[in-house]
Structure formats: C-alpha cells, structure tokens
C-alpha cells in the first residue's frame, strides 16, 4: 500500500478562470442589454421599429437624395413643381443652403467689405482657443484680451467710420454674425452684472435689496418677447424727443438685462452654498466687503455654479433667435427670410434651410455644454460635501 | 500705568467714515437719489413724447373698436368687438396652449426621462438622442420648423391624409369629429362630477381603513369604474344623446368636424416637444437621487417591485422634482408668447397688434407683463401647494 500525504498547502494563487461565456461577449451583452426580460424584448422590438421607420428615410432625406449643388430651385424641384426630379421625390435641398451660405453667415454685410467680419472671427478664435485649453499659460493677459480687447477692435473692424473704414450699419448685419455678436456680448455682460444683482439680493441695505429682488423676480416672470418689445417700443419714449438709438444696441440691452436676472438666480444658488464659516473667517482676517466676496467667497461659489452659468450662456444662445420678433435678422431670421425668395422656393427649401440652422445652433450649443462638464470634472478639487 | 489708562478707554471706532452703518445708509441715499431722478427724468420724457405724437395717456383705448379679426377665438368676437375684449381673446389662447402643453410636456418628458434609466440599452439610446437633440436648439427654430417644414408642406385638402377615427390631416390644420351634445347631454357631465367626487371618498375612507386596520382596498379598480362607469351608464339612461360631426371631404375644403389650425397644431407640437427634453433630464436627476439603500430597503421589507416604485421610489423623487419642474411649466407658458412668429394671436400677438394700431405703446407693454406675471404667479403658487403635500414631513 502507498502512503499518500494529504496535506496540501497551495503556494500560488490559481489563475483566474476567464467568465463563462454566457457572461461575455456579444451573445451575453445583448441578452443583458436587449432581451433581459419579456417586457425588455418588447421594448427593444419597439425601439428597433422606431428606427428601422425614421433612420433610412432620414438618412436618404439629408445624404442619398440631398442635391448638394445648384444655379435655381429647379434641382429642388419635381417634374410637376417645374423642376427637374421625378415626382415624388424627397430629399434635402443642401443647394440652397451653399447658394446662401455667405448670407446666412454674414447677411447683407456689404462683399466687398467682408472680410472685415471674417477678421473678427478669426481673432476671435485665436484668443477663445488657448483661453479653453488649460494646459496654455497667461490666462489673464488672454482674457483681458478677449474680454476688454477684442471687443473695442470688433466694434472698430465691424462698425467703421474710422480709420478709412466705411461705415457699416447694423441694420445691414445679419445670420451667424448677429447671432454670434449678441450672444458675446450678453455673456459678456449679463455676468457680471449678475453678480452683482446677487450680492444685491443678499445684501443687508434694505432698500438695495427690495430694487434688486423686484428687478429679478419681475424679469424672470415675463417672456423674452415683452423684454424685447419694452427694449424696441418702450425705450425711444423714454429718451428726449430726437435721441434714437441703435436697433441692435437696444436688443443686446434687452437681452443683456434678461440673461442677467437668470444669472443672479444661479449666482445666488453658489453665494447660499458656501457654508456660514468661510464669511466669519473672512472677516475674522480683517476683510473688507469686496475683499470678502471678491477673494473668498465668489471664487468658490462661482465654481459650485459653473453647469448652471453654462445653462444660462445656452439659454442665452438660443434666445438671441427672438430678435427676429422685433425683425432683426439674427441666423434663424435671415434663413427664414430667403424662405421667400422666389429663386428658390420649393418644397423642400424651408425644411433644408431649418435643420441647417438646427445643427448649427447644435453644435454651438452642444459644445458649450459638453465643454462645462469637462470644466466642471477638472475643477472638481475633491472638496465636495 | 499708561496701558491701564488706555484700558480704561472708550474703544476707538475710528473715523465715522469707515463706519459700516454710515457707509451703507450713505450708499443707500445716494441710490434712492439717483433712481428718483431717474424716473422723474424719464417720466418726462415719456409725457413730452406722448403729447408730441398727441396719444392720451391710460387705460380708456380698451374700449374701442379694435377693427381686426383674430383666426382663433374661444369667445364671440368679430372686428366690432372692443380691443380690451381683443386682449382677452389673446389671453385666453395663451392659457389655452400653455395648459394643454403642459399635459403633453409632462407625460412625454417622464416617458422619456424614464426611458433614459431604462435597462434597455436601444431605449436609453434613444431618449438620450431625443433629449440632446431638443435640448440645444432653439425652441423658435422648433416651431418654424413644424410649420413650414412639416405642416406647410403636407398635401392640400383635396388629397387629405386619411387618419383614423373619421380625421384628416392637410394643409390647412388637423379635422377631427366634433361632438354634437344632444338634449340630456348635462346628465353625462354630472355623472362625470359624481364619479370624480365619489372616486374621492371612496380613496379617502379606503387609506383610513387601512390606516386603522391594515386591510386593503382596490382603490385604483373603484375609481376608474366610477369615473369612466357613471358617465357611461348616464348616457344610456338619457338615450345616447351624444353624436359626432365628422368632417367631410368637398370639392375644395373638408367641411364639418372640429378645425385645429397649424399654427396652434406647431405651435403646441414645438412647446410639448422642447420642453418635455428639460422635463426628462428633471425626472432622471429626480429618480437618481432617490439613493439605493431606500430600493433595497424596501426589497427586504418584503415589497413588490412594482410597489417599491409607487410606495418608496416615486414619492421621494417627487419632491425633488417638483420644484425645478414648475420652472419648467413657468418657461413654457412664457415661451407661448413665441407664437407671435407664427401669427398664433395668443396675448402677445393680440396686444402686440392693439399697441401698433393705438400707438400706446406703455400700456400695452404693462399689460403684457402684468399677465405674465400673474399667470407665472398662479402657476408658482398652484405647485407650491403641491410641493407642501409633497414635502417631507420633519419633526
């Protein structure tokens, strides 16, 4: 008889098993994700209804069927419009939108004098960029830059009248510019003066407090329409009889003042947010007021509100759309505008020209929010309560 | 013996300058001064300009004959009517919209915000996609794009899309059958009344029964048989009064039927749409914030799923809902005032049109705000009740 010895001690770990395979793979990521119950299987059926119906028809609407360049609204057309495809014919008309593009972007700015605009643009971009980037240093000088410079040079290169510069009249302004310009210099402005309608707001003067709680709260219980139409038909009578003002100043105030009521609410949200001791060791260090805030407190409920700032820019962004309602052509108004041009009215022209204004507005808005989450990931210090 | 005296001392409080109270009544004074100026400056400029362009001043324009028709109306009015009934005209489609946006907002974004929780990975797909796409346009762009990029282009009356239950969709809006209420009609409201009101005791003595003694009661079952049930047993007793008036097709136009024109069908659609993206990011972060221990918790006591979500889950989401979702329902109801780019005559179109023709410029635009303030005032002060009886009741 062999003796066996039993005991056994196991010197390594065992190599781990690889998972069974109905729990890897495609096989088990769909019968998780997809089919994990009868009610589950239902729901994916009706999902995959959905977009076996509306992908293929957009998708043949915006790329297949699109016709992407073109002289007039015949390649838009069918047969029995007066144009040159087949009846019952349906597909984006991006012709239109390439016909119109400098339009859309720039409205009824003078060619010759374009390329005015287009320098604003780009100097805008050259000083936005690196100010994003965090890993670029001199944020300060860049941002004294885009905030307080470029503003004086745009208005400058856009406006004219000096410098040998003809002048431009905002009337002739129009699509992306306006869009782009109003929405700037709303950000530009609406927060500080937010700010300081917070601090406002949770100031001890009585009397300070009352002008700034009225002031939000009626703001912010009225629609940006009647902010627009007090800016367009309420403000001329208030100045002497003979002071006009510029239709686009009036506008960027109207829509200043509203973006700046929403963004003292947000601002408020922060100022709440920091707790009763960072204020009291403020003071204990011998801190004046604007010390106080401006050196402890702002900077670190400015950073609690980020997402919400950020809400408020896309709210804002979007809304520079209603100055069409006191016709200014902003980039929805000028595409909506050539929706009459009879060159190019077709069946398909209103819809092309919207969803290009869509994505535009899309991506604009998009990026903005994409770029506060990634802000809002960095700034996070690992102090959150 | 000097640090005693000094000791001994008023403290100094420094020049009266550097006062805090001082500085802040000082500051105060001077806002006071300057706005007072303000006003008064602009007060006369405003009465120089109305005398020189010769417009009276107040409310008394109201009664004149406004001499403009409105396409839509819930009451009488023709271009006779005076403009204040004109405003209220306005006003009226302005709750109209808003109330019935409200309701498709709501149920659309919690489908959606749901669905964005879903386990179903094409479903979560698809509301993200859905929310993203809503949520970073412009709702202006959303209702041009209703009514001349979907509506505009659908075929004319003649070649009408047939849809079901006897309506047709075409250019000129949606046709529906309008209900024609026959003599005894006014049993089936009342009946309807009753049934909503007995729904109401029957839930009230149910939850206190099972307060007292634990036993349950369907309450859901009794209710709907009593709200859907009485009405219907009324409109066989008072021998079916009720019958539709479908609306027909003739040579040039559908006759007959109730007509709802585009421009409130894109109006509504937009409205419903965009704001239901905000809705659904408002039920996910409510849901979500509801912590998993309450589910788990629930599990062990024994619940069902499905009353783990009723009794534990949708409560306590509720109530962080709430409050951003009545932001929401504020916002919708003040982007209605969007339908003036449409020529929907909600308030600010109608009184839009009434300050161009009048010239009275700030009455028109006071009016224009004191409603939006009000009707934003009513809808606050409705949810802050609902956000009472939701709140959490604390020691």
Request: with cysteine.
């Amino acid at each position: 008889m062999q003796e066996h010895d039993l005991s056994f001690v196991r010197a390594e770990m065992a190599l781990a098993e690889p998972a069974p395979l109905s729990e890897r793979g495609l096989v088990a990521w769909v019968r998780k994700n997809l089919i994990a119950s009868a009610g589950d299987t239902i729901l994916t059926i009706i999902g995959i209804a959905l977009v076996v119906m509306i992908l293929p028809q957009v998708i043949n609407w915006a790329f297949i069927n699109a016709q992407w360049t073109g002289p007039d609204r015949t390649v838009c057309a069918t047969v029995a419009q007066g144009g040159i495809q087949p009846d019952g014919w349906s597909g984006a008309c991006w012709a239109f939108v390439n016909a119109k593009f400098g339009q859309f972007m720039l409205g009824r700015y003078p060619l010759e004098e374009r390329w005015r605009p287009i320098l604003v643009a780009v100097l805008f971009v050259v000083l936005l960029v690196p100010l994003l980037i965090p890993k670029v240093p001199r944020k300060g000088l860049n941002a004294i830059l885009l905030f307080l410079v470029l503003p004086v040079v745009a208005f400058i290169l856009l406006v004219g009248n000096v410098f040998g510069l003809p002048h431009v009249e905002t009337s002739l302004w129009g699509g992306l510019l306006v869009t782009l310009s109003l929405s700037f210099v709303g950000i530009a402005v609406s927060l500080p003066v937010g700010i300081m309608l917070a601090l406002g707001r949770r100031s001890k003067m009585p009397i300070i407090k009352t002008l700034c709680v009225v002031f939000i709260e009626t703001v912010r219980g009225i629609p940006l329409i009647t902010v627009l139409f007090f800016a367009s038909v309420m403000l001329p009578l208030f100045l002497p009889a003979g002071v006009t003002f510029d239709k686009f100043l009036r506008a960027l105030i109207g829509v200043s003042l509203f973006a700046a009521a929403y963004m003292a609410e947000v601002v408020r949200g922060g100022l709440q947010a920091i707790p009763k001791g960072q204020y009291e060791g403020a003071d204990s260090l011998g801190l004046g007021y604007w010390q106080k805030m401006g050196l402890i407190v702002l900077p670190q409920a400015l950073k609690l509100v980020i997402p919400g700032i950020v809400n408020t820019f896309i709210g804002m962004f979007k809304d520079t759309s209603l100055v069409i309602i006191i016709s200014m052509f902003d980039l929805l108004g000028i595409v909506k505008q050539n929706f009459s041009d009879a060159n190019w009215a077709t069946a398909q022209t209103a819809r092309s020209g919207l969803v290009f204004a869509a994505f535009i507005f899309w991506l604009f808005c998009f990026g903005m929010s994409r770029y506060s989450m990634y802000t809002e990931r960095r700034l996070d210090t690992g102090h959150k309560r | 013996m000097a640090s005693q005296e000094i000791l001994r001392e008023e403290p100094s409080r420094g020049s009266f300058i550097n006062d805090p109270k001082v500085r802040g009544i000082f500051f105060q004074a001077v806002v006071v001064v300057v706005l007072v100026a303000l006003v008064w400056w602009i007060a006369n400029n405003v009465i120089a300009n109305l005398t020189r362009l010769h417009i009276a001043s107040g409310f008394g324009f109201l009664r004149g004959r406004a001499g403009f028709d409105i396409s839509e109306s819930a009451i009488a009015y023709s271009s006779d009517s005076t403009y204040g009934r004109a405003i209220l005209v306005g006003f009226l489609n302005t709750v109209i919209v808003a109330v019935v946006g409200i309701i498709t907002a709501t149920i659309i974004g919690f489908v959606i915000g749901i669905g964005r929780l879903s386990h179903n990975w094409l479903i979560r797909k698809i509301c993200t996609v859905y929310v993203e796409v809503f949520r970073n346009i412009p709702p202006l762009l959303v209702i041009f794009f209703w009514y001349s990029g979907v509506l505009a282009v659908l075929p004319p009356p003649r070649e009408s899309i047939n849809l079901p239950f006897g309506s047709f969709l075409n250019q000129r809006g949606f046709y529906f059958p309008r209900a024609v209420w026959g003599d005894g009609s006014w049993l089936i409201l009342v009946a309807l009344l009753l049934g909503i009101a007995m729904a109401w005791f029957v839930a009230r003595k149910a939850y206190q029964r099972q307060m007292a003694t634990g036993q349950q009661f369907p309450v859901f079952w009794t209710s709907v048989a009593l709200i859907v049930g009485l009405p219907l047993l009324a409109y066989a007793l008072s021998g079916f009064p009720l019958s539709f008036d479908f609306p027909k097709q003739s040579t040039f136009n559908l006759t007959g039927g109730f007509q709802v024109r585009p421009e409130f069908l894109s109006l509504y659609l937009a409205l419903s749409c965009y704001t239901a993206a905000f809705i659904a990011e408002i039920v996910r972060a409510g849901i979500r914030g509801v912590s998993k221990g309450q589910t788990e918790a629930a599990g062990a006591l024994g619940l069902r799923p499905r009353s783990i979500l009723r009794l534990v889950v949708i409560p306590q989401a509720m109530r962080i809902v709430i409050p951003p979702l009545t932001s929401q329902y504020l916002n919708l109801t003040k982007n209605s005032s969007l339908a003036i780019a449409i020529g929907y005559p909600d308030l600010t179109a109608t009184a839009g049109t009434v300050l161009n023709q009048t010239g009275q410029a700030v009455e028109g635009v006071v009016i224009m705000m004191a409603v939006y303030l009000a009707l934003s005032l009513i809808t606050s002060a409705i949810m802050n009740v609902v956000n009472a009886r939701m709140a959490l009741v604390e020691r």
